[in-house]
């Protein structure tokens, strides 16, 4: 391969393109989830013959357009229940 086949970032080349698996673990997240993404149109994928592949810019798109993780403050604790007896439910008198 000819360096133009790679972007390089520091030391490391990166292929252009990768297959499903490597894709998996390059988003750190399992094949049936990259599998899920392309069939939802979240993840762009290419073929070539039996072979899928994607690429790197696509990947870069799909965790890019991924939710942010936020996190709400909670002014209180989660209320617990309590282990009085009072609130369980009572079978009808007949």
Known sequence: MTMSDHMILGNRRRRMAMSVAE???EANIGRDGIYE???????????????????????????????PLCRQQRSSPIPTQSGGGDDKLKRPQH
Do not use: H, S, V, Y
């Open 23 to 25: 894709a998996a673990i």
């Open 37 to 67: 993404a392309i069939r939802e149109g979240r993840l762009e994928a290419r073929k070539w013959g039996r072979r899928t592949l994607i690429t790197d810019e696509a990947l870069q798109r799909f965790l890019n357009a991924l939710p």
